[in-house]
């Protein structure tokens, strides 16, 4: 089945030390999304690239970069984790980018900061 | 920007009964998605609904964009409904792809 996967599923780091989460698809989607959802709160989208344009949001911090080398693979690096940015991760993909479609999430990688 | 707020926040429903969950936006929309979270986090797409009515087995929903408001009806609940439900939008005006959830409603269903 053509779908989101996003690994590890689960991810344990230590403060300050840089992890990185992936986001792999097989609908042939030409836009991928990262969205940081912390406890009990929305998500809400850190950047997105729509085929090799990265577009990031105004106010995702500069400690979160994003990586996307081939159209299946979209990569999430966090540079200097923060107890703060405990959270859960998620990717999403559409097939334009143009709006009016569908968004399709993975299952989403929750991150642990020690 | 755009605002969201959904309605209830929580909700506690016996098996067997029907809920409608309510979901309000400032704006002319473009795009609207309800999604269901399940307990292990992950978003299913239940509806991609910008207007009128859909439906999928005991799950409708309708959007009125006009009056900028979508409901979503759950009929015959089941425990596996439980979980939080998010309306998610994107507004004419906003960043291409950048869908707006609103905080969810929190649903219970007990057996």
């Known amino acids: 089945d053509a779908m989101v996967i996003q690994n590890p599923r689960y991810q344990v780091t230590q403060f300050g030390k840089p992890v990185t989460l992936s986001c792999s698809q097989t609908l042939n989607h030409n836009v991928m999304y990262w969205y940081q959802q912390k406890s009990s709160q929305a998500p809400k989208l850190l950047f997105h690239y729509y085929d090799k344009d990265f577009n990031n949001e105004a106010d995702t911090p500069d400690n979160f970069q994003s990586r996307r080398p081939n159209t299946s693979f979209c990569f999430l690096d966090i540079r200097s984790p923060g107890l703060g940015d405990a959270a859960m991760y998620l990717c999403?993909?559409?097939?334009?980018?143009?709006?009016?479609?569908?968004?399709?999430f993975g299952p989403g990688t929750r991150l642990l900061v020690l | 920007g755009i605002q969201v707020e959904q309605s209830p926040p929580d909700l506690i429903l016996q098996e067997g009964a029907n809920s409608t969950l309510r979901c309000n936006f400032s704006?002319?929309?473009?795009?609207l998605q309800w999604f269901h979270q399940n307990p292990w986090g992950q978003l299913i797409n239940l509806f991609y609904i910008p207007s009128g009515t859909k439906q999928n087995g005991r799950l409708s929903a309708t959007t009125v964009a006009t009056e900028r408001y979508s409901l979503l009806y759950i009929s015959s609940s089941q425990t596996t409904d439980s979980g939080v439900y998010f309306c998610?939008?994107?507004?004419?005006?906003?960043?291409?792809?950048?869908?707006?959830f609103g905080k969810g409603t929190k649903l219970s269903v007990k057996p």
């Open positions: 704006d002319s929309v473009n795009n």
């Open positions: 998610a939008v994107e507004s004419w005006g906003g960043s291409q792809g950048n869908l707006i």
């Open positions: 999403a993909t559409s097939r334009e980018g143009m709006g009016q479609e569908t968004q399709y």
